[in-house]
């Protein structure tokens, strides 16, 4: 069988840009509302020039992960549940609920615990420690702190160091924003569950940090089974 086979062309300038900045928002480095520095300090950091930076803003303005406001310059878009993912409309729908969402994230999140703890590098560490200190410092001053444990659970995906695993989460970060989001709300009108939240947090990282595969992928799902009982009895 006769196949067309193209030159491989080595990867744009302005794709690398677009790839990184897209990173950064999708671990929660830059947080929705966070206005992204401008276009000439962007330009000067990664070395590139205006244009291909302005390239690759446009097409997360595409994405709907960034917007331009008039006069005021360029920020994270807050996710735009209804709109964009199918899942957020199948339980507007009443087809699914937080709690069917959460068994989904209990298969595939306590699996890629377990691949973090083999593969996880020192970055990817510093990533995760972030995160729950993040989430400390939100708690204490009474928010949500929804943001940084979404950063949190996207930073275990990244350290499986799986594509599929990596494509699945960024594809549903909107989506995962959600469920967390609606969870902690139910969990904040008992107080004292937040510090267990805040506690599972801590043992999955400190699993991940020991190397030990079966302690993080118990830790995931013992975290995720608090969250999906608690709001059985909620």
């Known amino acids: 069988m006769e196949i067309t086979l193209k030159p491989v062309k080595a990867k744009r300038i302005s794709d690398q840009v677009f790839e990184q900045l897209r990173e950064h928002i999708y671990r929660g480095q830059l947080k929705p509302g ?6 000439r300090e962007l330009s000067e950091a990664m070395g590139v020039s205006r244009t291909t930076i302005r390239n690759a803003i446009n097409r997360l303005v595409f994405m709907g992960l960034l917007e ?22 199948a339980m507007d729908a009443g087809e699914a609920s937080v709690e069917d969402l959460l068994e989904v994230r209990m298969g595939l999140e306590s699996h890629a615990a377990a691949l973090a703890a083999q593969r996880a590098t020192e970055k990817d560490i510093g990533f995760l420690e972030e995160s729950v200190g993040e989430m400390q410092k939100e708690v204490k001053s009474g928010r949500l702190g929804t943001e940084a444990d979404v950063s949190f659970h996207m930073a275990i995906s990244y350290a499986s160091k799986n594509p599929a695993q990596i494509q699945v989460m960024k594809n549903f970060s909107d989506f995962l924003f959600f ?45 995720i089974r608090f969250v999906i009982d608690f709001i059985k009895r909620a």
């Not at 966070?34 to 276009?39: I, R, S």
């Not at 331009?68 to 409309?89: C, E, H, I, R, Y």
Request: overall charge positive; hydrophobic content about 35%; cysteine-free.
């Open 34 to 39: 966070e206005q992204l520095m401008p276009e």
């Open 68 to 89: 331009q406001k008039q006069g005021k310059g360029t920020f994270v878009s807050a996710p735009d549940f209804m709109k964009t993912n199918p899942l957020a409309l």
């Open 179 to 223: 469920a967390i989001r609606e969870s902690r709300v139910q969990l904040y009108e008992e107080p004292a569950q937040i510090e267990k939240i805040l506690e599972q947090h801590t043992q999955i990282l400190k699993a991940i940090k020991s190397r030990d595969p079966r302690k993080a992928y118990e830790a995931m799902h013992q975290h």
